[in-house]
């Protein structure tokens, strides 16, 4: 609580700056409940009513930023001895315009990597200049349920991500880049009963080091006049000198009304290098898909996709068809293979009254699946029926309701309610 309050001070110490033209306050903040009924045994179950309280907050002050992201959640009918959990995503200074090419970031800030993202508590460094772009980035995981508090710096030697990228423009269409990724995390210590060499039961400390990932990667985008747009990456595991990933997609205008995308990856699982998973037999996947859009008018648009996994010994196709337009979707998806059979319709459509006012929306999926050829057939129904109203454009209240049938969970329905309040001032 004390962290709470140091924080909160810090906060409106600085919207006390007085130049009125330079510091800006915006952010949004929202308040959510739900409620549902959960069965912890047979006929005995229990009703829910969870809170969310989210604030996303950002102090500005010429180039300078204070950027936070903080989540509240707790159960009012029936608390948890954790409740309420406070929950701290971001939290960071920001600066920008240094020497007009650089930007640091210091403090709690998520990390975009397709191999490690998350949160990390650290420092974030940007540098760009011309068609050349860097950034760099140091830091240690964060607690647990995200809480306050950071990892005295003695043990960020075993507990921490490194890494960066290096980007550039300089060819024509093009855009170049490599980066580099090392993420550790090293396991509390514990005992263990195993057998000593007379097979008699000991006690034995169990100490894993702390290599995760560790990953370079390379990556090849090309664009030529909206026409034409190919994108790949190439992963490799340092840590098992083996390939992780391959990566294609790419899409082709040969119309105005008519698109045609292909995609193709090469993945071998992600298993953290101190796993006990690492020692089991694994196989890579493969997986193609080839797709196809067509404008039919300013209104409505269709579309088809056809893709393929493919196993170490088996196949998995899926086929997906659709037609979106300006006030919902209806698609058809069947999968079947290797992967299970499933037949999936889904309906969903919205449309804004009132000038705006009042949005409401509706949505249906209907699905029949089994998990093989000799499985029994499975049925699960689930609706969505819900309205958004925005009496002003920085307030906007969410009702919904969820409603899902199956052999499982048979008439769940379940409530969700939300604010949301955007807020943008400057002082």
């Known amino acids: 609580m004390k962290k709470i309050i140091i924080l909160i001070t810090c906060l409106i110490g600085i919207t006390e700056m007085n130049n009125a033209q330079d510091f800006n306050v915006n952010g949004r903040f929202s308040s959510s409940l739900y409620s549902f009924q959960r069965f912890d045994t047979t006929n005995v179950s229990g009703n829910y009513l969870e809170s969310f309280q989210m604030l996303n907050l950002n102090l500005n002050y010429k180039d300078v930023s204070l950027r936070s992201y903080m989540n509240l959640v707790g159960d009012i009918e029936q608390p948890l001895s954790s ?70 710096f003695s043990q960020w030697k075993n507990n921490y991500v490194v890494g960066g990228d290096f980007s550039t423009v300089v060819l024509h269409d093009f855009q170049l880049g490599l980066s580099y990724i090392n993420k550790n995390y090293q396991p509390e210590p514990y005992w263990a009963t195993r057998l000593d060499a007379s097979l008699n039961p000991i006690q034995v400390l169990i100490e894993n080091n702390s290599l995760e990932y560790q990953f370079a990667s390379a990556e090849v985008n090309y664009d030529y006049k909206d026409k034409i747009s190919i994108n790949t990456r190439y992963d490799y595991d340092l840590n098992y000198d083996q390939t992780s990933k391959v990566e294609f997609d790419g899409n082709y205008s040969p119309t105005d009304k008519l698109t045609l995308d292909l995609y193709y990856n090469f993945r071998n699982p992600i298993i953290r290098y101190n796993s006990i998973f690492s020692v ?84 249906v999926t209907y699905t029949a699946y089994k998990l093989s050829e000799s499985s029994d057939l499975n049925n699960l129904t689930a609706i969505l029926a819900g309205v958004n109203c925005r009496p002003l454009p920085a307030l906007s209240f ?14 769940d329905f379940r409530m969700f309610f939300k604010i949301n309040y955007w807020f943008n001032t400057n002082f």
């Open 83 to 152: 409740d309420p959990t406070l929950r701290f995503y971001n939290l960071f200074l920001e600066v920008r315009n240094i020497f007009n090419a650089a930007t640091i970031k210091l403090g709690r800030q998520p990390l975009f990597n397709s191999v490690a993202g998350g949160l990390f508590d650290g420092v974030n460094l940007d540098l760009k200049k011309g068609d050349y772009k860097l950034n760099a980035y140091y830091g240690t995981d964060v607690p647990a349920y995200q809480k306050f508090e950071i990892r005295k």
């Open 398 to 411: 969410d009702l919904q309701a969820q409603y899902m049938n199956n052999r499982i969970y048979q008439n």
């Open 280 to 363: 089991f037999d694994y196989g890579n996947t493969q997986e193609y898909e080839v797709g196809a859009n067509y404008e039919l008018n300013s209104i409505f648009t269709l579309n088809a996709r056809y893709g393929d996994v493919v196993y170490q010994d088996a196949n998995s196709q899926r086929v997906t068809v659709g037609l979106t337009s300006n006030y919902g979707s209806i698609s058809y998806r069947r999968t079947f293979g290797y992967a299970g059979e499933l037949d999936a319709l889904s309906v969903y459509g919205a449309y804004t009254v009132l000038k705006g006012l009042l949005t409401p929306s509706l949505g």
